[in-house]
């Protein structure tokens, strides 16, 4: 927080009159690149802390033991400061000196400091970018003695400049005292209304007002203001509308946080009238996106295409848009929700929202196209990973075409009805139900999408377990079908019907129904849909206990998969059909095989291999089911420790896919046996421990040991390998490294990155230096010498 404190002496820094919350990450942070730099700037959104970290690092490092500056630290606040030109001036003012002579004020500045040992802190630079630069680069060249600690909402890009990006304050509900910002709040709340505290009754309502906030300290602090006048509950319930309701503030807060729209405001105006319109039309995403999104999405008009990047850019650094890098995802970008909803204001009133939307709905929709077309190749889990990214900006999507794109509700069936492939191998198959049946309602005519769309609604339904739901749904599906005398349409909604009666356990209506699917199906003409057809005859004959002839149905699909290792899908469940097959082939009654024996090694190592397949989608309904008959084989192997954990494992898989085993009778019966078998062999009480483990690990633990075939649910031991040259560098700076060694120029290192040109120049002067380096072809050396040899 700054304080708008006047006629304090010279080095006197603004007392805290609020208690300071958490950051110590932060501040080790700080410390520790002042130790390695004499110019570090924090950087991030207004509100988030960077003055209140910058002071009280400033403040720790002029006392003992850890003083550090001989002739003090300043504070120089530039907030109030408009005119650049006033800057040296400024700076004198904060130091206590004067000239009255007509010297510059600068030169008479960097005299006076050039043998002084200070820690100048220029606090809100952002608005004086320039100025606040060329300041810091002469000081810094012509004052050995000077250091720079720098807040503002972009790096100033000086050479020898750190930067370090202050985060909001975590929520983190899994910690006792909700984290920083709940820490924050309760504090806050304390101060305005005595005797709040912290409680079970009001812990959720904390949590969700700090998560709808973002952690940000600012909007916290504005939040709990209102607590005088409304209850905690109401407050969390009304901040749908947080701009109309957080007004007010502290009347000694400097007059950018009075509001948070205010807060928000202030960058606002620092943005060129092209970063604001590009910033208008970022807010229709949800969640993060990438560069590509934004150039299809936000180009056009005044915002010409080749120029979006530059304007980005902009936003980044004046830390309105947030970049994000993980190293499986790539550099992406968000918003917070506060700035978003700022951005969406100024959308409405442009009158450009509907066809920013629709563009917003034709890059998503054209994702979910690809996937769908490479859905049983090589191409399945990339593209599947990418498009798991995008689930906020495909929900965004979807309830624009479903309830304002167009006039047509046909067009919003067809599109929740093309993510079918999507909802299963993410698991949400609830959510895909919840789209379907929310276009459904908008389409209540008997047209062919209806019809499409309730029959892949209803195999969405019994992959649940909800059979009665998806019975009615497919037989309104095969009404229509013969009202529009559609072979198509026949076709799926009689596979459906075959599948539910299967899992019904009626048998004969399975046949029945699937002597009309290959009476009407058109080979060729849905490869996903005639993939079904053939997993769920395999899955009819293994439930009407024809083992022998399921297993071969299986195999064959699977040997037709076999120029496709790269799916996962299909031949994650066709695995797991083939291991329930080989599991039950010695069942006594089973009529097919008559009697012989299963192969438990093949039926392990089938399993296994499902399971492999369905993790690497992070499938749970796939997973469940490899972990039930992995944990069956244990049982039978007389191996209960194994069973119980991986029966626990499967619970919580189960929990979010739907019923367990799809509500299948027959192997629900396995399951119970199975598990009443493990805990007679253990006892209760430790059966209940060793469930309680498999439920509790992470699902990338369990997979593991399931896979390595152990007993025990342990992690590895992880090895630390020894750092090198090259390991000393952060994940940006080894990116910048990699590039250099390239040949690239600074300029072009910063245009593939999509940094300013001063940032690279930067980032590669830190190379440099961490790397004991003089020259580029250093720097290639380094990165050749780390590469992994083959």
Excluded at 107 to 128: G, P, Q, V
Excluded at 194 to 205: I, Q, V
Excluded at 256 to 277: D, V, Y
Excluded at 598 to 614: G, H, I, V
Aim: negative net charge; glycine residues 8%; proline residues 5%.
């Amino acid at each position: 927080m700054t304080f708008g404190v006047q006629g304090k002496r010279a080095g006197d820094l603004p007392a805290e009159v609020t208690s300071f919350v958490g950051r110590g990450v932060e501040l080790a942070s700080v410390e520790r690149l002042l130790n390695q730099a004499r110019m570090v700037t924090l950087t991030g959104p207004g509100g988030v802390g960077k003055t209140r970290i910058a002071l009280r690092t400033a403040a720790a490092l002029r006392e003992p033991p850890q003083r550090r500056y001989q002739d003090g630290v300043f504070l120089v606040e530039l907030s109030g400061l408009k005119d650049a030109e006033l800057l040296p001036r400024a700076v004198c003012v904060a130091l206590g000196i004067t000239d009255q002579t007509v010297r510059p004020p600068l030169d008479f500045l960097t005299d006076y400091l050039a043998d002084r040992s200070i820690l100048l802190l220029l606090d809100t630079c952002e608005h004086l970018v320039d100025a606040c630069a060329m300041l810091a680069d002469l000081l810094l060249r012509d004052a050995p003695g000077v250091s720079i600690l720098a807040t503002s909402r972009q790096p100033l890009d000086v050479p020898g400049e750190h930067t370090l990006v202050i985060p909001p304050l975590p929520v983190e509900p899994e910690q006792a005292d909700g984290g920083g910002a709940v820490a924050l709040f309760a504090q806050r709340a304390a101060a305005v209304l005595p005797g709040f505290r912290l409680t079970e009754a009001n812990r959720g309502d904390v949590l969700a007002l700090c998560r709808r906030l973002d952690g940000i300290p600012l909007a916290i602090e504005l939040a709990t203001v209102r607590l005088r006048a409304i209850p905690l509950e109401q407050l969390a319930a009304r901040l749908e509308d947080r701009f109309r309701l957080l007004t007010g503030g502290r009347r000694t807060a400097l007059p950018r946080h009075q509001t948070l729209r205010t807060t928000i405001g202030w960058s606002h105006e620092l943005c060129t009238p092209e970063e604001r319109l590009l910033w208008a039309r970022l807010s229709v995403f949800a969640g993060s996106f990438d560069l590509a999104a934004v150039e299809q999405v936000c180009a056009g008009g005044e915002l010409d295409p080749d120029e979006v990047v530059e304007h980005l850019i902009g936003l980044v650094d004046k830390s309105v848009v947030l970049r994000v890098d993980e190293p499986s995802e790539g550099t992406r970008y968000r918003l917070l929700d506060t700035i978003r909803e700022y951005g969406g204001e100024w959308l409405a009133q442009t009158g450009e929202e509907p066809g920013v939307r629709a563009r917003h709905l034709d890059h998503y929709r054209a994702a979910v196209g690809r996937f769908r077309a490479r859905f049983l190749t090589n191409d399945q889990v990339p593209l599947f990973r990418g498009l798991l990214l995008e689930i906020e900006n495909l929900r965004a999507a979807i309830d624009f075409c479903v309830e304002h794109h167009s006039r047509d509700p046909d067009e919003a069936l067809a599109l929740t009805t093309e993510l079918w492939e999507f909802w299963v191998c993410s698991g949400l198959l609830a959510e895909g139900r919840y789209w379907l049946d929310r276009a459904l309602a908008r389409q209540p005519e008997a047209t062919a999408a209806r019809s499409l769309a309730l029959s892949w609604a209803a195999n969405l339904s019994l992959f649940r377990g909800d059979h009665d739901t998806a019975l009615h749904g497919l037989n309104e599906a095969l009404a229509i079908a013969e009202a529009l005398d559609d072979d198509r349409l026949r076709t799926h909604a009689h596979h459906f019907l075959a599948q539910s009666a299967g899992w019904r356990g009626d048998h004969d209506a399975v046949d029945l129904h699937m002597r009309q699917v290959f009476s009407h199906i058109a080979l060729g003409g849905d490869p996903t849909a005639e993939a079904l057809m053939v997993l769920h005859l395999g899955l009819s004959r293994l439930l009407a206990g024809k083992f022998a002839s399921a297993i071969t149905a299986f195999d064959h699909q699977l040997a037709a998969l076999a120029d496709v290792p790269g799916e996962r899908w299909l031949r994650g469940y066709l695995l797991v059909g083939r291991a329930l097959s080989l599991y039950n082939l010695d069942h006594p009654g089973n009529p097919d095989g008559g009697g012989e024996p299963a192969d438990p090694a093949d039926c392990a190592a089938t399993a296994r291999e499902a399971l492999s397949a369905k993790a690497e989608l992070g499938e749970p309904t796939g997973i469940a089911y490899a972990l039930e008959v992995l944990a069956w084989l244990a049982v039978r192997a007389e191996r209960p420790d194994r069973a119980a954990w991986l029966l626990g494992a499967a619970g919580v898989c189960w929990k979010r896919s739907g019923q367990p085993l799809s509500g299948v009778r027959e192997m629900r019966g396995v399951h119970e046996a199975a598990e009443q078998a493990a805990r007679d062999a253990l006892g209760e009480d430790r059966f209940e421990r060793r469930h309680r483990l498999g439920a509790e690990a992470d699902l990338d633990l369990v997979v593991g040991s399931a896979l390595s075939d152990t007993d025990l649910l342990l992690p590895a031991p992880r090895e630390e390998p020894p750092q090198t040259g090259a390991d000393t560098l952060t994940r940006r700076e080894r990116e910048v490294a990699e590039l250099v060694a390239r040949g690239l120029s600074n300029r072009q290192v910063a245009e593939l990155l999509v940094i300013s040109k001063r940032t690279a120049d930067a980032h590669v002067e830190h190379i440099l230096a961490k790397l004991g380096a003089s020259s580029r072809t250093e720097i290639a050396a380094v990165v050749a010498r780390s590469q992994p040899t083959a």
